[in-house]
Antibody, heavy 118, light 111 residues
């Protein structure tokens, strides 16, 4: 079945970087895009950006421009999302999501908890 | 795009119908934007309920329906069940901008 499996929880200090992986299976990886969405504790959903698994084109939320990088490895059907210069307000559950323009965000990973604390 | 406005909470009794609104502007919801709805139970990943305003993915109950009128998109849940108690989010994007905006979320309580 179609699924996205994310890497495990991370604890980081302020100023550090974190890289979350998202391995896709059950579909042709390059035929869909991957979005990343995060959710701070007790808060709503925040869209972080999008990457085309076909050609690597990206589009990041303005708020995160310069601190976030999304990449893909088509040989392993894996997407990656890195956030640099972490701050306490980056503490959140991070989700990768399969995305297409018509069907939208239809398959979600299980989420990766990132805690930023000194 | 500006933020989308959802009511913070709604409630209903089992068997009733409820509607959750998602209000934008004529520049977003009122235009040709793809509107989706998601359900999220505590501690779980969101689940797609509705895409492109009113379409249900395979496996989603027909108790869930979506619509749009003017600048407001709506999610209606009919025949309310206890397991429908969850948070619900709307989102929208366009094919040209590929920027996605989420509503603030609505907590549904089944009384």
């Amino acid at each position: 079945q179609v699924q996205l499996v994310q890497s495990g929880a991370e604890v980081k200090k302020p100023g550090a970087s974190v890289k979350v992986s998202c391995k896709a299976s059950g579909y042709t990886f390059t035929r869909y895009d991957i979005s990343w969405v995060r959710q701070a504790p007790g808060q709503g959903l925040e869209w972080m950006g999008w990457i085309s698994a076909y050609n690597g084109n990206t589009n990041y939320a303005q708020k995160l421009q310069g601190r976030v990088t999304m990449t893909t490895d088509t040989t392993t059907s894996t997407a990656y999302m890195e956030v640099r210069s972490l701050r306490s307000d980056d503490t959140a559950v991070y989700y990768c999501v399969r995305f297409s323009f018509y069907y939208g965000m239809d398959v979600w990973g299980q989420g990766t908890t990132v805690t930023v604390s000194s | 795009q500006s933020a989308l406005t959802q009511p913070a909470s709604v409630s209903g009794s089992p068997g009733q119908s409820i509607t959750i609104s998602c209000t934008g502007t004529s520049s977003d919801v009122g235009g040709y934007y793809y509107v989706s709805w998601f359900q999220q139970h505590p501690g779980k990943a969101p689940k797609l309920l509705i895409y492109d305003i009113s379409n249900r993915p395979s496996g989603v109950s027909n108790r869930f329906s979506g619509s749009k009128s003017g600048n407001t998109a709506s999610l209606t849940i009919s025949g309310l069940q206890a397991e429908d108690e969850a948070d619900y989010y709307c989102s929208l994007y366009t094919s040209s901008s590929t920027i996605v905006v989420f509503g603030g979320g609505t907590k549904l309580t089944v009384l």
